[in-house]
């Protein structure tokens, strides 16, 4: 297992200038038609293109598992990130080491700076989260934007397990394939989300007939999770994000809350 920090993340910068990397993504956007690529013709062209480059980041929902899933069935060349806040289910920790082993794989660990989280804890307080929108997504951006940042620095494409039916916001914003910028940088980052149109029926027939490794959060009534602290299972009829930092949800009772962390704000 490769634990590492903000810090400690080896940059590897590409070798081509940024202008000269601006354009070959765009002319991928351009030239391909992603919207019309299967799942596994997505992966299957982010290994060939990216080489070593293209990274899977997955809190281990069920769209993270099957793209590993794929990904290693195939013998892809992608890698395979997650953001541990220091925060995660010990369900969550157990699971990423059942994950290497039943796939024989690598998880990069990505943990935030402790100078970063003692900073802010000190000033806000552990629990700062219940305090407001603005601090709870404060949080996020210490324990978990920061670190997918600096993943990033290391990746030209990052590939991620939305879809359009976990919410109202991201049936609006999530795309197969998406140019973002790095976080303080003028380089391009292609972001692609090659299971966005899977619905859920879809996904868990694909997840029953491959065998795909399941996280045992899903039996306990999480249709999604992330730290301990601010995911709860939920009721019969609430939405698949209404178990998300919770005590918000009367903030917005028949609004649009996009219920995001912020990883996949503006994108
Ligand atoms: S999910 Fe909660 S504890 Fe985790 S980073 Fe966000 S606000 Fe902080």
């Not at 069920?62 to 990130?81: D, K, N, P, Q």
């Not at 307080?125 to 600096?150: P, T």
Request: proline letters at 4%; charged letters at 30%.
């Amino acid at each position: 297992m490769t634990v590492m920090t903000v810090d400690e993340k080896e940059r590897e910068f590409p070798t081509d200038p940024i202008q000269e990397h601006n354009e070959r993504l765009s002319d991928y956007l351009r030239d391909l038609e992603f919207e019309q690529m299967s799942a596994q013709q997505i992966l299957r062209w982010a290994s060939e293109t990216f080489s070593g480059r293209a990274v899977i980041n997955t809190s281990f929902q069920h769209t993270g598992t099957t793209m590993i899933h794929m990904a290693v069935t195939e013998g892809l060349a992608l890698r395979f990130a997650t953001l541990d806040t220091l925060r995660l289910h010990p369900e969550t920790y157990a699971f990423i080491d059942e994950v290497q082993s039943r796939y024989d794989c690598e998880i990069e660990i990505m943990q935030p700076k402790s100078g970063d989280v003692q900073r802010m804890v000190e000033r806000h307080g552990e629990y700062l989260f219940f305090d407001s929108k603005e601090k709870q997504e404060h949080c996020c951006q210490v324990r978990k934007d920061w670190s997918n940042n600096a993943l990033l620095k290391t990746a030209d494409c990052w590939i991620s397990g939305q879809r359009w039916d976990q919410s109202e916001y991201r049936k609006q914003t999530a795309q197969k394939a998406v140019l973002i910028d790095e976080y303080g940088t003028r380089r391009k980052v292609l972001k692609l989300n090659p299971l966005v149109d899977w619905d859920d029926e879809k996904l868990q027939d694909f997840i029953a007939e491959q065998n795909v490794l399941v996280h045992p959060l899903y039996g306990q009534g999480y249709p999604s999770f992330g730290c301990v602290t601010c995911a709860t299972p939920i009721r019969p009829g609430e939405s698949k994000r209404a178990g998300r930092w919770r005590w918000f949800n009367a903030q917005h009772e028949g609004g649009d809350d996009p219920k995001e962390c912020g990883l996949h704000y503006n994108i």
